[in-house]
């Protein structure tokens, strides 16, 4: 299940930070996808993709936008990005055949899913050959649960670091922030980095995005070479 199964009613429950990412509010900004995806043509399948947020990425590298998240309500919003194909259905058991796209993306919902490696391997099962996953979200080290964000730009990581799987909550997550109100799950590194092994994906390359001094983010450019 994608993160927006858990947004569901989201309009009702969280109007106005909901409303903020339809105007380019939280996790608007992904400095690096537009280089990672780069240039090219067809559908580009956009795994979770909540409010479309990032269909303005897909469009600017030459694609075409077909969106799929479990939310009805982040569809409805994501309906104002585009006029093209949006599907309900599980970013891990998607809903079209093998080698259906050329380019697929996943971004920030490694921490809103059950099982991330199963929508890796649903990503590597929907890509023809050659095809290429861009996948962008919370760096499983620095971003987190077990993380405190330092009024200084310090990060003070906490052993729970080593606890994978969802967390309703966290001592230090702020009461006005949606994790507050929603939870994450952590995965961490190795556990990341293993899902992509097991995904049969090989990688082409790995980022850890412009933004703080401590990365905030961790991307890669995958394919499918078989």
């Given at each position: 299940m994608t993160w927006?199964?858990?947004f569901e009613g989201s309009v009702r429950r969280f109007g106005g930070l909901v409303r903020r990412a339809v105007r380019g509010g939280f996790g608007a900004a992904s400095p690096g996808v537009l280089e990672l995806l780069g240039p090219g043509s067809g559908p580009c399948l956009d795994i979770g993709c909540g409010t479309g947020r990032n269909f303005e990425s897909i469009r600017a590298s030459g694609?075409?936008?077909v969106g799929l998240d479990f939310s009805k309500d982040q569809l409805s919003l994501a309906r104002t990005r585009t006029d093209g194909p949006?599907?309900?259905g599980d970013a891990a058991v998607l809903p079209f055949a093998d080698a259906s796209f050329d380019t697929a993306i996943t971004m920030w919902i490694s921490t809103d899913v059950d099982d991330f490696g199963a929508v890796l391997l649903e990503a590597a099962r929907v890509l023809r050959p050659g095809g290429v996953l861009v996948a962008y979200g919370v760096h499983p080290c620095f971003n987190g649960p077990h993380v405190v964000y330092e009024e200084d730009g310090r990060r003070t990581a906490h052993p729970t670091y080593?606890?994978?799987g969802w967390h309703d909550e966290s001592p230090w997550w702020s009461a006005e922030g949606i994790r507050r109100r929603i939870g994450m799950r952590h995965v961490p590194l190795a556990e990341y980095l293993n899902a992509i092994?097991?995904?049969g994906l090989t990688v082409?390359?790995?980022e850890e995005p412009t933004g703080p001094d401590i990365p905030h983010a961790l991307a890669f450019r995958a394919r499918r070479t078989n």
């Open positions: 927006g199964g858990r694609r075409s936008v949006l599907v309900h080593r606890q994978s092994v097991e995904s082409e390359r790995f």
